[in-house]
């Protein structure tokens, strides 16, 4: 099954960073686009960013030039490094595979995601 866990979720101040990280639990990650998802409370998941094996990324508008995906195949690793964070970006984060096209709806089951938590 291709469940993913995710870390790295805190509390954080607006203007702090995270870095997220999605892990597979039983695969390899290599050649497969892998997404990050969120979900704020009362609200619909939405995608956030997607990395495809080949390194092309994309981004929902609400985070460019604040967050950055990359994927270190090494470690069967998906980051999402987000900076200068706001109160509008507390949500907990999944992420999940696309497939081969950042296209892809998402598969397999939901993990249960990393909270995080822009608040001062």
């Known amino acids: 099954q291709l469940q993913l866990v995710e870390s790295g979720g805190g509390l954080v101040q607006p203007g702090g960073s995270l870095r997220l990280s999605c892990t597979p639990s039983?695969?390899?990650?290599?050649?497969?686009?892998i997404g990050w998802f969120r979900q704020a409370p009362g609200k619909e998941r939405e995608g956030v960013s997607c990395?495809?094996?080949?390194?092309?990324?994309n981004y929902v508008d609400s985070v460019k030039g604040r967050f950055t995906i990359s994927r270190d195949n090494a470690k069967n690793t998906v980051y999402l490094k987000m900076n200068n964070l706001k109160p509008e970006d507390t949500a907990v984060y999944y992420c999940?595979?696309?497939?081969?096209?950042?296209?892809?709806?998402?598969?397999?089951?939901w993990g249960q995601g990393t909270q995080v938590t822009v608040s001062s």
């Open positions: 990395i495809t094996s080949g390194g092309g990324t």
């Open positions: 999940a595979v696309r497939g081969v096209f950042c296209s892809g709806t998402p598969k397999g089951s």
């Open positions: 039983r695969f390899t990650l290599d050649y497969y686009a």
